[in-house]
């Protein structure tokens, strides 16, 4: 049976002769591979890219000598052994030339690979220097790249505003027992700046006797709206916090230490059977002031479909549009930051004292139907007093005020106002909290805030300040 062809053979069929010329072949490749070890083991010392150089010219040897091989096979039949021991010669200084020919064409490779080198350093000094004499901030391809930049930077979507009816459904719990006319009358309450919830004494709807009245439901709701540190725990069946002063009392006769709401025990649950807010909540000035603010949100309307949209628009503009570049110096012309900067607070509040209530009357900095909201706490008796006082006219020769104060059912008017000290004298007597040999002195300026809106709630201290900032 025929020997079976190989991808190198020729049409023409093996015999075997060719057999013993394969053998023959495969000698001389074995030689020529043994000589390539010992010349490499004679070989001196070299530098390693010598030796790179001569394992790429060993590896390309047996490759030649393979492909030598192959290229002998198709050898005719009728060549002679002797024909053939000179093909082999030949073939063995054609290696030989192969090598010189292919050590001749590697010797220029380092220097090329120089030149190239040399031509990336040259090609990055001249982008370094090119680099360093362009200027940038005149160039107009790169100022309208930047401002393209500049403007992705602030692409923050604008979240569309929702209907005016979902405000209202948030407003109150709908319960299937409502009619349409229920649910009017409740928006009209809770959103008209006619309401009488925002002229009712508020403390008279929103305290503890009233929430004793509502379902566990409905205090679960309320509960859940309150920091945890408001709350404390229930301490006797009627449903009493544990800081109630009779509770108080009973448990320092036993000779255990007074529960602090938010430091003696960590509230985690709002079950309205455990948990309760705490004794002095309903009389905290941060519940004070939340109910403050709820009513002079409805008074300015706030809670209208136009005051809604108008809080919402604003937000939006500023959380997606880019400030102004002028923004800053107005800001600062008109508040004075960088001129209290220059001079310090302590000249400003020295030289503004010169101001007088009259001065700020004038400038219509308080205008007719202002709130004027008091607080201020005496330390040395323990209590807090609070209180608002209605600007009823201003006289425009001399700037007096007409002033009202208003305690529950109670009010009163004074005339001719034009010192704040005497305004909070006035007041405090008709508190009757606080006698006078417990009123400590103080600049009575700082103690009157002015309530024209939720954004504009200046002390008349800082008003003072930023008149006078202005006129310089």
């Not at 390693?48 to 060993?58: C, G, I, V």
């Not at 985690?268 to 403050?292: C, I």
Request: hydrophobic share 30%; aromatic share 8%; glycine share 4%.
């Amino acid at each position: 049976m025929p020997p079976k062809k190989t991808k190198q053979t020729t049409e023409k069929e093996s015999s075997p002769s060719s057999v013993r010329r394969s053998s023959r072949q495969r000698t001389v490749k074995k030689t020529l591979i043994e000589d390539d070890l010992d010349l490499f083991e004679e070989e001196p010392e070299i530098e390693k890219t010598q030796k790179r150089r001569a394992k790429k010219t060993a590896a390309s040897r047996s490759n030649r000598a393979k492909k030598s091989c192959h290229e002998q096979a198709d050898i005719s039949i009728d060549e002679t052994s002797r024909s053939q021991e000179g093909e082999m010669e030949g073939i063995m200084e054609e290696d030989v030339k192969d090598e010189d020919t292919k050590e001749d064409d590697a010797s220029p490779l380092p220097q090329q690979t120089n030149n190239e080198d040399n031509i990336k350093l040259e090609t990055g000094s001249s982008i370094v220097n090119r680099s360093k004499d362009d200027d940038t901030d005149t160039d107009p391809i790169v100022q309208q790249r930047w401002e393209s930049i500049k403007e992705r930077l602030f692409e923050i979507p604008k979240i569309p505003k929702p209907p005016y009816k979902d405000y209202q459904d948030k407003l109150l719990v709908k319960h299937p027992w409502m009619k349409k006319r229920d649910i009017d009358y409740l928006h009209k309450l809770l959103t008209d700046p006619k309401s009488e919830l925002g002229y009712k004494v508020i403390k008279h709807i929103i305290n503890y006797n009233v929430y004793s009245n509502f379902t566990n439901e409905q205090k679960a709701r309320l509960l859940n709206l309150l920091p945890r540190s408001e709350l404390v725990p229930i301490a006797s069946d009627a449903g009493e916090p544990i800081d109630t002063p009779r509770i108080e009392r009973e448990r320092q006769s036993m000779g255990l230490k007074l529960y602090e709401a938010g430091i003696t025990d960590v509230i985690t649950e709002t079950d309205p059977l455990k948990v309760v807010p705490r004794f002095d909540f309903w009389l905290s000035d941060a519940f004070k002031d939340a109910r403050w603010w709820f009513q002079l949100s409805i008074r300015y309307g706030y809670f209208t479909k136009i005051g809604v949209d108008t809080q919402w628009t604003n937000l939006e503009k500023f959380k997606t549009e880019i400030p102004d570049v002028w923004k800053n110096d107005a800001y600062e012309q008109d508040w004075g930051i960088g001129l209290w900067g220059k001079m310090g607070n302590k000249q400003i509040a020295g030289d503004s004292a010169q101001i007088t209530l009259p001065d700020l009357a004038k400038a219509l900095i308080i205008k007719p139907n202002d709130t004027l909201k008091y607080k201020r706490q005496f330390k040395n008796i323990g209590v807090t007093v609070s209180m608002d006082v209605k600007v009823i006219s201003i006289n425009e020769s001399n700037g007096h005020l007409q002033i009202k104060l208003i305690k529950g059912k109670q009010s009163k008017t004074l005339d001719d106002i034009h010192n704040p000290t005497r305004l909070e004298n006035e007041l405090l007597d008709f508190d009757g909290q606080v006698p006078k040999k417990s009123r400590p002195n103080g600049n009575a300026f700082k103690n009157f805030s002015i309530q024209r809106s939720a954004e504009y709630t200046p002390s008349l201290f800082e008003a003072r300040k930023e008149y006078w900032a202005k006129n310089q």
